[in-house]
């Protein structure tokens, strides 16, 4: 079973920083791409940075380019999203994801960590 688990949300001033981490049990080998999505109430889920191509390429949302980093270890299968220069409208669910990277739906979400930035 394919269980994917976030930490290291949590409330931030304006400006600040955090690191985001999400370890995934149950992914055989090291063919998955993984990424981090958020969510705000009343909005869709929208991605923010993710890896394609093999796992060897990276694609931000141009909201976080230049502040956040998303990183990525393959083989054991984590991913972590650094997030420097936080704004207020970067508050939200983050949700780790997931896919095999030949493919282009995302299969495995976590539960979402909370990120409140505030003002």
């Known amino acids: 079973q394919v269980r994917l688990v976030e930490s290291g949300g949590g409330s931030v001033q304006a400006g600040g920083s955090l690191r985001l981490s999400c370890a995934a049990s149950?992914?055989?080998?090291?063919?998955?791409?993984m990424g981090w999505y958020r969510q705000v109430p009343g909005k869709e889920r929208e991605g923010v940075a993710t890896f394609f191509n093999a796992g060897d390429s990276t694609w931000y949302a141009g909201s976080v380019k230049g502040r956040f980093v998303v990183s990525q270890d393959k083989a054991k299968n984590t991913v972590a999203l650094q997030m420097n220069s936080l704004k207020p409208e970067d508050t939200g669910m983050y949700y780790c994801?997931?896919?095999?990277?030949?493919?282009?739906?995302?299969?495995?979400w976590g539960q979402g960590t909370q990120v409140t930035v505030l003002s």
């Open positions: 994801a997931a896919r095999l990277c030949d493919r282009m739906t995302w299969d495995y």
């Open positions: 149950g992914l055989t080998g090291s063919r998955y791409c």
